[in-house]
């Protein structure tokens, strides 16, 4: 026995990292897990990009490493940094998303404007959620004066009740 397909449109957009086709990440912006999450992650990326320039400080102020040392203590906290990140960029948009999105790149990677990826991609994002959230809510807003409109107004819901009395009046007699 064949089942039946449901389709339906669930709101997902779909971009392509780098004008890549092989690159392809989609989400629903108004969904609401992956908008709070989406927020939630700008936040946290300040805050923990503080903690962990506290860290850095520390390897910086501990004296007696070897250049060596100061090196891979570094790489390690990169690494720290970079996992965290995509374990939390995973865990709002699904798994395996940050390796579509950075590749094997880390996400800690400096561009070159001299900012993390990450923080850039963040930055890139933004916008788009600000966008598909205001294109659907003038949708809605749009559907909801069509209805609006096409409801009978008070005169002419006193004009059919009326005639429905009227109407009923004269079927009892």
Known sequence: MAGTNL?????????????????KFSFNPTDQKVLKGFLRLVDEAEEKMKDFSKRAEGIEES???????????????????DSWFRGSFDSIFGEGQAQIVFGDTSSVAINSDGEYIMIAMLMALYPIFEKEIQTRSDRIDKV????????????EVIDATEEAEEENADSAE
Do not use: K
């Open 7 to 23: 389709n339906f449109d669930t709101g997902t957009i779909t971009l392509y990292v780098q004008g890549d086709p092989s690159r």
């Open 144 to 155: 909801c004066s069509e209805v609006v409109e096409d409801l009978p107004r008070d005169e």
């Open 63 to 81: 004296g007696d490493i070897t250049e060596a040392e100061f090196t891979s203590q570094t790489a390690d906290l990169m690494d720290d940094i």
